[in-house]
């Protein structure tokens, strides 16, 4: 719950036309667990790649 409350902390929701309405619900998660700087989608089975730090 941490990690979902740092997100949305920093990422107020404007308008309806958010980009984060278009985005798929595995991407938003993965994006709020590893950081969406961490290029997750390019770093599949990268024992180097760990969530972000529990706040």
């Given amino acids: ?3 979902l409350n740092r ?3 920093s990422l107020p929701f ?3 036309l958010d980009l984060r309405y278009h985005q798929d619900t595995d991407e938003l998660a993965y994006d709020i667990y590893y950081g969406s700087q961490s290029q997750w989608w390019n770093r599949e089975g990268d ?3 760990h969530p972000l730090l529990y706040p």
């Fill in 14 to 16: 404007v308008e309806e």
């Fill in 47 to 49: 024992p180097t790649l």
């Fill in 1 to 3: 719950m941490g990690r």
């Fill in 7 to 9: 997100a949305w902390v």
